[in-house]
């Protein structure tokens, strides 16, 4: 496995670490900034580390706008593992939330926030979900799949993996989506996961991790490792933990893990904008 960080960096600090042949200039963004894709073992991932550092220390600033964690994998990784973690790219507005839907806040951690049980159906709108997606995360991490994604887990006998109803704010069934709910959300993530704030902040702190152990970081660092005794038998389900933080309509999210079977019936019938990485059962 290779591991890279797709990262923008603004204008004013890629000039000083790289000639302007480095990374690709993105857009008409003001500030303006140079997107780079870089290994985690690169001399430019250190000089990038060590500016941050500065600016922070200097600003409380960070130098990039943004970034996203990249793995490869060679055939013989991705033919041996059993297990991977999922990541779905498009989110949409608005939340449930927003539309109506009711969540019992008395069932989440008093420390971090973590664990509100929605009550009832997902009162959500689906106008702003792009044309042929058959799976999108609202802002607040509500996931709804097309009907087509459900007829194809139903008719592979995809286990677990429930559906509910999704309603418009006046009440209306709505067809063609449905919300992902899982079976079993208790498989525990093991400390070789890595999680932080970003690529060059771990969170030594503890800013974004319960002491009760419900929420274990901001963001994932690293692959994904669950422990074996843990691990249900089923094709999709969760991670017991949460990454994230709850502000406004935010809420932290569980990690989401599915069988190696359900990964091929994914690839096979060109399931959109979801991501792959290898989760590791130790």
Same mark, same amino acid.
């Given at each position: 496995?290779? &591991?890279?960080?797709?990262?923008?960096?603004?204008?004013?600090?890629?000039?000083?670490?790289?000639?302007?042949?480095?990374? &690709?200039?993105?857009?008409?963004?003001?500030?303006?900034?140079?997107?780079?894709?870089?290994?985690?073992?690169?001399?430019?991932?250190?000089?990038?580390?060590?500016?941050?550092?500065?600016?922070?220390?200097?600003?409380?600033?960070?130098?990039?706008?943004?970034?996203?964690?990249?793995?490869?994998?060679?055939?013989?990784?991705?033919?041996?593992?059993?297990?991977?973690?999922?990541?779905?790219?498009?989110?949409?507005?608005?939340?449930?939330?927003?539309?109506?839907?009711?969540?019992?806040?008395?069932?989440?951690?008093?420390?971090?926030?973590?664990?509100?049980?929605?009550?009832?159906?997902?009162?959500?709108?689906?106008?702003?979900?792009?044309?042929?997606?058959?799976?999108?995360?609202?802002?607040?991490?509500?996931?709804?799949?097309?009907?087509?994604?459900?007829?194809?887990?139903?008719?592979?006998?995809?286990?677990?993996?429930?559906?509910?109803?999704?309603?418009?704010?006046?009440?209306?069934?709505?067809?063609?989506?449905?919300?992902?709910?899982?079976?079993?959300?208790?498989?525990?993530?093991?400390?070789?996961?890595?999680?932080?704030?970003?690529?060059?902040?771990?969170?030594?702190?503890? &800013?974004?991790?319960?002491?009760?152990?419900?929420?274990?970081?901001?963001?994932?660092?690293?692959?994904?490792?669950?422990?074996?005794?843990?691990?249900?038998?089923?094709?999709?389900?969760?991670?017991?933990?949460?990454?994230?933080?709850?502000?406004?309509?935010?809420?932290?999210?569980?990690?989401?893990?599915?069988?190696?079977?359900?990964?091929?019936?994914?690839?096979?019938?060109?399931?959109?904008?979801?991501?792959?990485?290898?989760?590791?059962?130790?």
């Amino acid at each position: 496995m290779q &591991e890279f960080v797709e990262i923008r960096v603004y204008e004013k600090f890629a000039r000083q670490l790289f000639d302007e042949t480095t990374g &690709e200039s993105v857009g008409a963004l003001t500030p303006s900034v140079r997107k780079l894709i870089v290994s985690t073992q690169s001399e430019k991932f250190r000089l990038i580390r060590e500016l941050n550092a500065k600016e922070r220390l200097a600003t409380g600033k960070s130098v990039f706008s943004s970034w996203r964690l990249l793995h490869t994998y060679g055939k013989s990784e991705l033919e041996s593992a059993r297990y991977f973690c999922i990541d779905i790219s498009s989110i949409f507005e608005p939340s449930g939330e927003e539309c109506g839907t009711l969540y019992d806040e008395t069932s989440r951690c008093g420390i971090c926030s973590s664990g509100d049980c929605q009550v009832g159906n997902l009162i959500i709108s689906t106008k702003n979900i792009g044309r042929n997606i058959d799976v999108a995360r609202s802002i607040a991490g509500e996931i709804l799949v097309s009907t087509r994604f459900c007829n194809i887990l139903s008719e592979n006998n995809i286990s677990g993996a429930v559906y509910g109803a999704i309603e418009s704010r006046s009440g209306v069934i709505n067809d063609n989506w449905r919300q992902l709910k899982f079976v079993n959300s208790m498989a525990t993530v093991s400390n070789k996961t890595k999680t932080g704030i970003d690529p060059f902040d771990d969170d030594l702190k503890n &800013e974004y991790r319960c002491p009760r152990g419900d929420l274990i970081g901001l963001r994932l660092l690293s692959e994904l490792y669950i422990l074996s005794d843990t691990l249900p038998k089923l094709d999709i389900f969760q991670t017991k933990q949460f990454f994230g933080l709850r502000s406004g309509l935010l809420r932290p999210q569980r990690a989401i893990i599915v069988s190696k079977k359900l990964q091929s019936i994914f690839l096979n019938h060109k399931i959109r904008r979801l991501g792959f990485d290898v989760a590791h059962v130790v």
